[in-house]
């Protein structure tokens, strides 16, 4: 099984910071890679697919990068809405796995 | 609108069963792949089974194989989820989830296994 793992596993950030988080996987994923914002009581929400691409409707502010083992998710100007938990996934092979997660709040 | 409406979660003894139906709507289902996910409560996201389009294809995590079943009706616009040999640990909201890369996502069931 392909192990993924992020950091920080936490963060306290400002309004208006930059983040970034980190996820790398125990092998080579290529490009499948997928982040996921949630928040406490509700479903996940797809933000990036493909390492890189934006789903549809969710903001420029989110961007993500990477290939192999490597990948980062940056928040470019942090607001009230973002504050979460962020998951990483990688969908090259099964089983599909995700990251423990990265939990994001306020400073 | 795409939208996902997850039913069959609640109590159940250790061994018992449960089926969990997801209800898709706003979309063709017969278009796509279609996963479950879980979350145990207080932790992270766990993949749990897949199905490919006409269901002839289906994989599943370690921990649920021989116990679990993914299966769909793209007549009825419906994915399921039959449960059997419940142990505590599978005590967690499942949600429904539509492929490519998980795009939309149900509000989830809560499946507790307990004595």
């Known amino acids: 099984d392909i192990q993924m793992t992020q950091s920080p596993s936490s963060l306290s950030a400002s309004v208006g910071d930059r983040v970034t988080i980190t996820c790398r996987a125990s092998q080579g994923i290529s490009n499948y890679l997928a982040w996921f914002q949630q928040k406490p009581g509700k479903a996940p929400k797809s933000l990036i697919y493909?390492?890189?691409s934006l789903q549809s409707g969710v903001p420029s502010k989110f961007s993500g990068s990477g290939s192999g083992t490597d990948f980062t998710l940056t928040i470019s100007s942090l607001q009230p809405e973002d504050f979460a938990t962020y998951y990483c996934q990688q969908y090259n092979s099964y089983p599909i796995t995700f990251g423990p997660g990265t939990k994001v709040d306020i400073k | 609108e795409v939208q996902l409406v997850e039913s069959g979660g609640g109590l159940v003894q250790p061994g018992g069963s449960l089926r969990l139906s997801c209800a898709a709507s706003g979309f063709t289902l017969s278009s796509y792949w279609m996963s479950w996910v879980r979350q145990a409560p207080g932790k992270g996201l766990e993949w749990v089974a897949n199905?490919?389009?006409?269901?002839?294809?289906?994989y599943y995590v370690d921990s649920v194989k021989g116990r679990f079943t993914i299966s769909r009706d793209n007549a009825e616009n419906s994915l399921y989820l039959q449960m059997n040999s419940l142990r505590a640990e599978d005590t967690a909201v499942y949600y429904c989830?539509?492929?490519?890369?998980?795009?939309?996502w149900g509000q989830g069931t809560l499946v507790t296994v307990s004595s």
């Open positions: 493909a390492a890189s």
């Open positions: 199905i490919n389009q006409d269901g002839s294809e289906k």
């Open positions: 989830a539509r492929h490519i890369a998980f795009d939309y």
